[in-house]
T-cell receptor, first 117, second 116 residues
Framework: AQKITQTQPGMFVQEKEAVTLDCTYD???????LFWYKQPSSGEMIFLIY??????QNATEGRYSLNFQKARKSANLVISASQLGDSAMYFC??????????????FGQGTTLQVKP | EAGVAQSPRYKIIEKRQSVAFWCNPI?????LYWYQQILGQGPKLLIQ????????DSQLPKDRFSAERLKGVDSTLKIQPAKLEDSAVYLC??????????????FGPGTRLLVL
């Protein structure tokens, strides 16, 4: 069963505007972590932001924030004030933390973001 | 602090040949992961080491893939013999501890493999 779903294969955003990348997840484990990574054309996966299942507040890191809606099992990434350098593939990933889990990351299919000047 | 190092960055081989990839994790990181990323998809875990030991290799095609992590530091992933469907980017990642829910994995630049 698909555990991480990213429904937007591609997105466009105008430079300096905000954009939201969608992610929904499925797990029965009460302890889990949600991650967003950026993958530019160079190929390296760059860690952006983390949200824990027990965290009370939405995570923020600079221009990145995570809109965590636990009841809806969604963890959308919001990028404010988009820059040309934000053009990349973005992956949502989940790690289940319960006993018996090794901690591997399960990735979604990714969303390609293109920032237009 | 130096990041995760991988080599080579690119490799082209013919099917049925063998190939090896090398990874040096961030200094002090106990857990090392190898992921396979096929074009247009998210990465998929092949094998996870904690120090010297294998934690998870359930998705490693063991008839052709092998990996080792000697002395709990560097790791090598080998494919022998390669198939066309092995064309992918092979990503190495490391994390500081035992891989709990909060633990961030840091990735290397990857090795792009093309099998002809």
């Amino acid at each position: 069963a698909q555990k991480i779903t990213q429904t937007q294969p591609g997105m466009f955003v105008q430079e300096k505007e905000a954009v939201t990348l969608d992610c929904t997840y499925d797990t029965s484990d009460p302890s889990y972590g949600l991650f967003w990574y950026k993958q530019p054309s160079s190929g390296e996966m760059i860690f952006l932001i983390y949200q824990g299942s027990y965290d009370q507040q939405n995570a923020t890191e600079g221009r990145y924030s995570l809109n965590f809606q636990k009841a809806r099992k969604s963890a959308n990434l919001v990028i404010s004030a988009s820059q040309l350098g934000d053009s990349a593939m973005y992956f949502c990933a989940m790690r289940e933390g319960g006993s018996g889990n090794t901690g591997k990351l399960i990735f979604g299919q990714g969303t390609t973001l293109q920032v237009k000047p | 602090e130096a990041g995760v190092a991988q080599s080579p960055r690119y490799k082209i081989i013919e099917k049925r040949q063998s190939v090896a990839f090398w990874c040096n994790p961030i200094s002090g990181h106990a857990t090392l992961y190898w992921y396979q990323q096929i074009l247009g998809q998210g990465p998929k875990l092949l094998i996870q080491f904690q120090n010297n030991g294998v934690v998870d290799d359930s998705q490693l095609p063991k008839d052709r893939f092998s990996a080792e992590r000697l002395k709990g530091v560097d790791s090598t992933l080998k494919i022998q013999p390669a198939k066309l469907e092995d064309s992918a980017v092979y990503l190495c990642a490391s994390s500081p501890g035992t891989g709990g829910a909060k633990e961030t994995q840091y990735f290397g630049p990857g090795t792009r493999l093309l099998v002809l």
